[in-house]
């Protein structure tokens, strides 16, 4: 049996399942703030964190009669500082909702891609990669390393010659992975909200 909602949680759960059957998904932690008039957006998180773990999130949005597959909420990085830790308060730009793999944990964030060193494999200027926090990666998985003091995204490399982050556009030079360079996850997914 599903644990009781306050007045505003239920507020929240209606709004988000009404613009959801209307759009076909759910709202932006942002639509949700300014709906209700919260001050930040960490007040959104809180609801929508307690409505998943009284059960009531994720629902399915009905789109066509179809339900969607849930959503698990993940941190979207702007820029990564080296010396902080990946997930500091500093380095979160927003939160968005995505279809979890399985099994589903707390262990993915986003990364908001800037450059076109990735655009043979499909990643733009704009795109949110979806990234499984790891320190280790398989030869061909793209990755995202944090190189100097930011972090980048490419196809890692190993052969005879040594292991390198490898871009997927011939403007770009593969980068040898040195002990200056550490890989922070592997790139699982890919979010565009813009249009190209």
Known sequence: MMQELTSKQQAVLEFIEVRARQTGFRPSLEDVRCHFGFNSLNSVVVYVKTLERKGYLPQPDLIKGTPATPSLMIPVLGTVVAGTP???????????????????????????????????????????????????????????????????????????????????????HPIPVTSDVSIIGKVVGLVREHLS
């Open 86 to 172: 990946i997930l500091a308060e500093e380095n979160i730009e927003k939160w968005i909702f995505v279809t979890p793999p399985t099994p589903a944990t707390a262990d993915y964030f986003g990364l908001k891609v800037k450059g076109d060193s990735m655009i043979d494999e499909h990643i733009v200027p704009g795109d949110i990669v979806v990234v499984h926090k790891q320190q280790t990666a398989d030869n061909g998985d793209i990755v995202v390393a944090l190189f100097g003091d930011e972090a980048t995204v490419k196809k890692l490399h190993e052969g005879d010659d040594g292991i390198f982050l490898m871009p997927a556009n011939p403007a770009y």
